[in-house]
């Protein structure tokens, strides 16, 4: 599996933000993608996650409600659609995608590149 993440930009406080992920690969069936992302000075955290066979998600408990991640099969794309953006939501987004009942924290993870998201007060 191979991810290039994108859609990341500089925006105001309460502005909504779309980030995209390209996803290649064969067999997503047995696939978790999340989105996760790390603010300067911080560790990476997680954010989202979502079933590639049947779209079922996880949120972290920092964004519910705000955060919407969705998956395009046909597309081969997944999306975090970001709501009511605060400044705290500045940080390194990057996708990834691991085999289901991996642990995020194992080797089993493939990582996109990050796109960088700043919100402005």
């Known amino acids: 599996v191979q991810l290039q993440a994108s859609g990341g930009g500089e925006v105001q406080a309460g502005d909504s933000l779309k980030l995209s992920c390209a996803v290649s690969?064969?067999?997503?069936?047995?696939?978790?993608m999340g989105w996760f992302r790390q603010a300067p000075g911080k560790e990476r955290e997680f954010v989202a996650s979502?079933?590639?066979?049947?779209?079922?998600?996880y949120y972290a408990d920092s964004v519910p409600g705000r955060f919407t991640i969705s998956r395009d099969s046909a597309e081969k794309m997944v999306y975090l659609q970001m709501d009511s953006l605060k400044p705290e939501d500045t940080a390194v987004y990057y996708c990834?995608?691991?085999?289901?009942?991996?642990?995020?924290?194992?080797?089993?993870?493939?990582w996109g590149r990050g796109t960088l998201v700043t919100v402005s007060s």
């Open positions: 990834a995608s691991k085999e289901e009942g991996l642990s995020w924290r194992g080797r089993g993870v493939t």
């Open positions: 690969g064969r067999n997503l069936n047995s696939y978790r």
């Open positions: 979502i079933s590639w066979f049947d779209s079922a998600t």
